[in-house]
C-alpha cells in the first residue's frame, strides 16, 4: 500500500501541472480585460502603468512560472512564517487579486471558514441518513419504507437546489418567519444566544444541501446493498447460523461501502469548493460565491487559484477512496 501510494502521489504532480497549464490558458484565452471597470477618463499611460503593476504585459508563460513559484514556493514559505515567526518569505511577491489587491490565499481563508460550517456540516448530515436509508432499502426492498425513501430520494436529486431554497425561504422566512433568509456572515458566536441564532440561519441551507446529497448517496448505497444480498457469501454467511445482524451490518455493509466510498469521496472536494448556487442563494460569503464574483470581474489570479485548489482536492480525495478500498476489503492489494 505504501509503495502505491508513493507511485500515486508521483504521478499526481505532472497530473496537476499538466491541469494548471490548462486552466491557464483557457483564462488567458477568455474574453475580458481586468482592467475593463477602470473609468475611461484615465489616461492611456497610467492605464498602461497600471496593467504593468499587475504583471499583465509580460508574456504568457512568464507569469505561468511566475504563479507557479508563488503558490508552490511563495505561500508556503509565507504561512510558515506565520505560524512560526520567521521570516523567509520577507520581500517575496505574493499571488495578488486583481479585484481587491489582496493576497488571494488571505481572502480565501477569510472564506474558508463559512464554506466549511455551511456545506460541509451538510455533507456530512446527508452521509448520516443517507447511509442508514440505503441499508434498510435494500434490506427491505419494496416495502413502505422503501417506497418512501425511493420518493423522496427521486424528489431530492431531481429538484435543483435553488428552487428548494427559494421554496424554503417563502415558507418558512417569509410567511412563517422562522429562519432568516439572508445568512448573516458577521455573526461571531460568543453566548448561548448567538450559538443559537448561527443554528437558526444553518438550518435552511443545510437542509437544502444535505436533502440533495442524501438523496444521490442513498441510490448508491441501496443498488450496492441489493448487490451484495444476492451473492453467495451471504447465503453461506447465513447457512453457518450468523445472526442477521451480523451478516448485513458487518459482511454486506463492509463490501457494499466500496462503490459508495467514490461517491462520497468524489463529493468532498465540493464541500471546499462551496455550494455555489446555494451560496447565491442564501447570500453565504462562502468559496462559491467568492469564485463567481472573480469569474464576473476577470480576476484571473483568483479564478486559476481556486480551481487550482480543487482539481487539488479532486486528486488527493480520489486517492484516499483508492486506500480506503484496500482497507474495507482484504482482497484488494495494490503492491
Known amino acids: 500500500m505504501l509503495t502505491f501510494t508513493i507511485r500515486r502521489l508521483l504521478l499526481a504532480i505532472p497530473t496537476l501541472l499538466f491541469i494548471s497549464l490548462v486552466i491557464f490558458l483557457l ?50 514559505l509565507y504561512w510558515f512564517d506565520q505560524a512560526f515567526g520567521t521570516q523567509f518569505s520577507a520581500g517575496m511577491q505574493r499571488i495578488i487579486s486583481f479585484q481587491s489587491r489582496s493576497p488571494v490565499f488571505d481572502i480565501i481563508a477569510q472564506r474558508v471558514p463559512q464554506t466549511l460550517t455551511v456545506v460541509g456540516f451538510s455533507y456530512l448530515v446527508g452521509i448520516l441518513i443517507a447511509i442508514p436509508i440505503g441499508i434498510l432499502s435494500a434490506y427491505r426492498q419494496y416495502s413502505w419504507f422503501d417506497q418512501i425513501g425511493t420518493f423522496v430520494s427521486m424528489i431530492g436529486f431531481s429538484m435543483p437546489t435553488f428552487f428548494t431554497g427559494v421554496v424554503l425561504i417563502i415558507i ?31 438550518i435552511m441551507p443545510v437542509t437544502v444541501l444535505a436533502l440533495y446529497n442524501a438523496a444521490q448517496i442513498s441510490r448508491f448505497m441501496r443498488a450496492s446493498m441489493l448487490d451484495n444480498l444476492r451473492q453467495d457469501y451471504v447465503r453461506t454467511a447465513r447457512a453457518k447460523g450468523l445472526s442477521e445482524r451480523t451478516v448485513v451490518l ?13 461517491v462520497i469521496a468524489l463529493g468532498l472536494p465540493t464541500v471546499f469548493g462551496g455550494a455555489i448556487i446555494t451560496e447565491q442563494v442564501f447570500k453565504v460569503n462562502g468559496l462559491g460565491q467568492l469564485l463567481i464574483t472573480a469569474i464576473h470581474g476577470n480576476d484571473i489570479p483568483m479564478v486559476l487559484t481556486l480551481t487550482f485548489m480543487f482539481a487539488i ?4 480525495f480520489t486517492l484516499i477512496a483508492d486506500i480506503l478500498y484496500g482497507i474495507l476489503d482484504p482482497r484488494i492489494r495494490y503492491d
Do not use: C
Not at 504585459?57 to 505561468?64: A, K, Q, T
Not at 422566512?173 to 441564532?197: C, E, I, N
Open 27 to 76: 483564462l488567458e484565452a477568455s474574453p475580458g480585460d481586468p482592467l475593463a471597470d477602470v473609468p475611461l477618463t484615465v489616461p492611456p499611460e497610467v492605464r498602461e502603468r497600471m496593467r504593468e503593476a499587475l504583471g499583465l504585459g509580460s508574456p504568457w508563460y512568464v507569469r505561468y512560472v511566475l504563479w507557479l513559484k508563488q503558490f508552490f514556493w511563495v505561500e508556503p
Open 172 to 202: 418558512f422566512g417569509v410567511k412563517l418567519q422562522w429562519f432568516p433568509s439572508v445568512y448573516d456572515t458577521t455573526l461571531v458566536v460568543r453566548d448561548w444566544d448567538s450559538f443559537l441564532a448561527q443554528v437558526r440561519q444553518m
Open 250 to 262: 458487518k459482511h454486506v455493509l463492509r463490501n457494499s461501502l466500496i462503490p459508495v466510498i467514490t
Open 313 to 316: 482536492l479532486i486528486v488527493l
